[in-house]
Every structure is written in C-alpha cells, then in structure tokens.
C-alpha cells in the first residue's frame, strides 16, 4: 500500500509560478515512474508529468511543455512540479500519481496508478 500526499496548491495570477510536491510513504518504490495529472472544471483528467525512476526521463503533456518541469528526489520520496507562466486554463485539481513498477510512458496512459488526493491550483487573470 502507498499513500500518497500532493501539497503546494493555491492561488496564483496568471503569469506566476508555484511548485507542487507530492510525498509518498507506505511500500514506497523509489525504482518506478511517478507523475502528475490534473482535472479541470468539468472536464476529465487528463496527464500533466512524467518522470522515470532516476529522473533522466520525463514527458510533458502538450498544453504545459516549455512551462512546467517534474523532478524527483528519490531519498525523500518526494515528486516536484515547478509550474511557470501559468495561464487561467492551469486551473484544476492536480493528482500525483505513482506506477508500482512501470516507466514513463505506463505512467503517461494512467492506469493500474497509485493516486492522490489532489492539491487545487487556481490561476486568475
């Protein structure tokens, strides 16, 4: 079992900057893909972030490449999302989410996740 804990959430106006963090604890995997989604107002989830086990792979959905950058520091358990030049369409519930033994790309088509709660950012304009 995972537990997994996104922290980081507010208000921002458009053009700032936040960063997300997500804590895992529990059987924590540090050799597996963890990432972030988010679901807009109304809308379905749809994929943020992706980042390998060792961090030298990520993926980016279109909408946030160029924007946001996920890293992770393996000896805290600990997913980051430094989220710049946010636009109002960033507003949403952001979810981390870990693959219990996938890469980036298994993490990328979220299923079989291990999800969090979710943190909401708002972006005003």
């Known amino acids: 079992q995972v537990h997994l804990v996104e922290s980081g959430g507010g208000l921002v106006q458009a053009g700032g900057s936040l960063r997300l963090s997500c804590a895992a604890s529990?059987?924590?995997?540090?050799?597996?893909?963890r990432g972030w989604f988010r679901q807009p107002p109304g809308k379905e989830r749809e994929f943020v972030a992706a980042?390998?086990?060792?961090?030298?792979?990520?993926s980016y959905g279109d909408s946030v490449k160029g924007r946001f950058t996920i890293s992770r520091d393996n000896a805290k358990n600990t997913v980051y999302l430094q989220m710049n030049r946010l636009k109002p369409e960033d507003t949403a519930v952001y979810y981390c989410?870990?693959?219990?033994?996938?890469?980036?790309?298994?993490?990328?088509?979220?299923?079989?996740?291990?999800w969090g709660k979710g943190t909401l950012v708002t972006v005003s304009s």
């Open positions: 980042i390998s086990w060792s961090g030298d792979i990520t």
């Open positions: 529990g059987s924590t995997f540090s050799s597996s893909g």
């Open positions: 989410a870990a693959h219990p033994w996938g890469n980036v790309a298994m993490v990328a088509a979220g299923t079989g996740l291990y």
